[in-house]
């Protein structure tokens, strides 16, 4: 079914039926496709593959929405590869099927001509560099066989290599909207014969203020284009946005886009500012496995980076004022498995893919609701299972119910012994047997069930909690949006 706060403001649309049972071998690709993508280990499609490769492969727009980690990158790839691969058929397929050796030669005059430089026919638009690069990494490990490389086109890089490889005549264009349109404002690219236009995390575009300038792109694309859309979340605001862009598309829509999926484990632990270094560091010395750390500023990522390292933890540190150069150093020796620990600040939410995350921690309480859930699909991708930890103060008890509220789970908490805590910094690391599950407290706000040193803690902190409420929606601190609500950015 279709996002509700979405569904008002589109169009009329196709809805995508499900094909549950099928293989990769039974979609309409061509034995070429079939076998590279049997190669690269890939057998059974996700559900929003599967839904959304066959809608792509007939040329029609889509509007699809699934949770983070169910494989929209492949959905939307395959139909894009499959059409540049039958832009030519020297021999018509009759010939080729009678004769072996037409049918061999046709196979070489089709990848020779497709792997032939030409103008760009597809564009894919996404909010961040690291999600460029994760997009042109899936094509080339699925089209590099048959199909010249991609044109990466994104800020904080050189652009001389960018500028080139549109010189060189990328069939595909995987870009940034920033400079995309530096290089269209100075002629350096053309949009005139695009035939496929792709939007990956639109929401994220909008919250990150791309909305005017994708438009103003899209101005330049011709009006006759299949164009389709994929994000974890939308926004309603966004609505508006997709009613210009697609043409009665075919609405996919798997699973529910404000929840985390339920291979991820949710926790929540209350401590102190002066007491989250040390938790973090005994988190990850218990669990040796790749652990995505977000953080709130970049001057704090820093910091976290550099206490880790003082205490033997292989980190890379991932935030929007290091260099091109460097952010994809940090991605790859995480992806790698050359360190253990990615410091990053919200820039690493969307585009990162690593097998096998153990656990994703937020240092800082996230912003909203949304970047809490593409914070925690970093983990549990795939199938596997994953753990997302939240640390919170005393004071944003209130903002971790409204979390639980806007993605309708529950979250285990746990609750460290401050004054035990502040022993133990002085002798020595955080004794983890000062770590303990608490019941959750009730959604109405109830706190029965709290043990007494909880409800003390209450009473310590009662004056500061009652009179931020009272400031309600005057308070400057970010909370989480519940919702229906309609969402704003934060600075």
């Known amino acids: 079914m279709s996002h509700p706060h979405l569904q008002p403001a589109l169009p009329a649309q196709a809805e995508a039926t499900s094909t549950p049972g099928i293989t990769f071998q039974d979609l309409n690709l061509s034995p070429a496709l079939k076998r590279q993508i049997d190669a690269l280990g890939f057998a059974i499609p996700t559900p929003v593959q599967a839904q959304a490769i066959p809608q792509g492969l007939l040329g029609k727009d889509i509007l699809a929405t699934a949770q983070t980690g169910t494989g929209k990158t492949l959905a939307f790839l395959l139909p894009i590869i499959q059409r540049l691969m039958n832009q030519a058929r020297p021999i018509s397929a009759p010939q080729a099927d009678q004769h072996p050796a037409l049918a061999h030669r046709a196979k070489v005059q089709a990848q020779s001509h497709a792997k032939q430089p030409g103008h760009p026919v597809v564009l894919i638009l996404v909010p961040t560099r690291e999600l460029a690069l994760q997009v042109e990494k899936v094509y080339s490990e699925v089209s590099s066989r048959f199909l010249p490389a991609a044109a990466i086109i ?23 909207p920033g400079r995309l349109e530096d290089l269209l404002d100075r002629r350096l690219v ?3 014969r695009i035939e496929v236009l792709v939007l990956d995390e639109a929401d994220r575009m909008l919250d990150m203020g791309f909305i005017p300038a994708i438009r103003r792109i899209v ?40 929840q985390t999926i339920d291979a991820v484990r949710l926790l929540a632990y209350e401590a102190e500012q002066t007491q989250k270094a040390d938790l973090l560091l005994r988190l990850i010395q218990d669990d040796p496995g790749p652990a995505l750390v977000f953080v709130g500023t970049k001057r704090k990522s820093e910091s976290v980076a550099k206490k880790l390292t003082k205490a033997g933890i292989q980190v890379a540190l991932l935030h929007g004022d290091r260099s091109q150069p460097q952010r994809v150093r ?16 919200d820039v690493a939410s969307r585009g990162i893919h690593v097998d096998s995350i153990a656990q994703v921690i937020n240092y800082d309480m996230p912003k909203m609701a949304e970047d809490f859930i593409h914070r925690a699909g970093r983990t549990g991708r795939a ?4 753990k997302a930890i939240t640390f919170f103060t005393a004071l944003e008890r209130r903002e971790i119910g409204q979390l639980e509220r806007a993605i309708n789970r529950k979250i285990e908490r746990v609750l460290m012994d401050g004054k035990a805590l502040a022993h133990e910094e002085r002798v020595g690391p955080v004794d983890t047997s000062k770590l303990r599950l608490v019941s959750v407290a009730s959604r109405q706000g109830g706190n029965s069930s709290e043990p007494g040193e909880v409800k003390s803690r209450r009473r310590r902190y009662g004056r500061k909690l009652n009179a931020r409420e009272d400031r309600g929606a005057q308070s400057n601190a970010p909370r989480m949006m519940l919702e229906g609500e309609v969402l704003q950015k934060f600075n």
């Open 330 to 345: 940090a991605l790859e020796q995480f992806q790698q498995g050359k360190v253990q620990v990615l410091v990053a600040t």
């Open 190 to 192: 053309k949009l005139d």
């Open 383 to 386: 199938g596997e299972s994953g």
């Open 154 to 176: 994104i800020g904080g890089a050189n652009e001389n290599p960018q500028i080139q490889s549109l010189k060189n005549g990328a069939r595909v264009i995987v870009a940034t």
């Open 219 to 258: 101005k330049k694309l011709p009006a006759t284009r299949q164009s389709m859309c994929f994000s974890a979340t939308f926004e309603p605001s966004v609505a508006h946005l997709m009613d210009e862009i697609l043409k009665n598309p075919a609405r996919v829509a798997i699973g529910s886009t404000t």
